[in-house]
């Protein structure tokens, strides 16, 4: 059996190409749903509708595990995928999320008192990031800022323009002195460095946290872990195919790959 790794688009890319490099062992299946992406404006009933759509169509192709490698669908989706959705069609089978194990990072790597999460407009309004940061250190002060224009920039060639709506974004955590900041949308990680080069605190980027996360969730599972299958195959399924989908695909895996397009619905 395989891995799943989800997206709303192929921002998940840069999660599962840092899963691979880390547990190149398995076998694996890259779903983005480029054609609906993003998720970041939807309501959270349609984010789920979309989620339970992933989700079946990857159980249906074998995959043993899911990570949603989509911070929208882990805020909104997640825990109602894990109670209700799991139990009734695939209980055998399990999904896991970012949120909980890029807040873990947090404090891993200091003891910050003021956080800024930088983040689709859904996962913002969810507050799952704050919920989750409180938890691990009540008092901590978290700022939020809703980053709209980046995925659709991201996906759409649209670099040149990434500059000043970065700099619009990153204005409020700066002038808060937020003491690290998550990047909460797993496209962000193509950001990283331009990040980095405007704030000199930790950059929580999850294509840094979650494959060392998800090997220490193998180890404490065996009963799922051996299952998996162990060719080291990959397949890449898409809902989408442009010529900006490939363009980007090849930037975050550094190759050529094959898109294989299919449905859904």
């Known amino acids: 059996m395989k891995i799943g790794v989800f997206d709303s688009g192929l921002g998940g890319l840069a999660i599962a190409r840092a899963i691979m490099r880390r547990l190149p062992e398995y076998d694996y299946l890259y779903l983005g749903d480029t054609k609906r992406v993003p998720y970041g404006g939807r309501s959270q009933a349609t984010i789920h509708e ?35 959705y799991l139990p009734r069609y695939f209980p055998d089978r399990r999904v896991l999320g970012m949120v909980i194990p890029t807040a873990e990072a947090v404090f891993e790597s200091g003891d910050p008192n003021r956080v800024g999460v930088l983040a689709t407009s859904s996962t913002v309004e969810s507050g799952a990031y704050v919920r989750e940061l409180v938890h691990r250190k009540p008092g901590v002060d978290v700022v939020q800022v809703a980053a709209p224009l980046l995925v659709p920039l991201l996906e759409n060639d649209g670099g040149k323009y990434l500059g000043p709506v970065l700099d619009d974004y990153m204005k409020p955590l700066q002038e808060a002195s937020v003491e690290a900041i998550v990047l909460g949308c797993t496209h962000y990680c193509l950001l990283k460095e331009e990040v980095r080069n405007r704030i000199a605190v930790p950059v929580i980027s999850q294509d840094e946290v979650i494959p060392e996360k998800l090997a220490d969730y193998l180890c404490r599972h065996p009963e799922i872990e051996c299952r998996l299958g162990r060719s080291g195959h990959t397949d890449y399924h898409v809902t989408d195919v442009t010529p900006g989908a490939m363009r980007l695909a090849a930037q975050l895996v550094h190759d050529s790959i094959i898109l294989t397009r299919v449905d859904l619905t």
Do not use: G, M, P
């Open 50 to 84: 979309f989620t339970s759509q992933a989700l079946s169509y990857l159980f249906e192709h074998d995959c043993q595990l899911v990570i949603l490698a989509c911070n929208t669908a882990s805020a909104e989706a997640l825990r109602k995928s894990q109670e209700e």
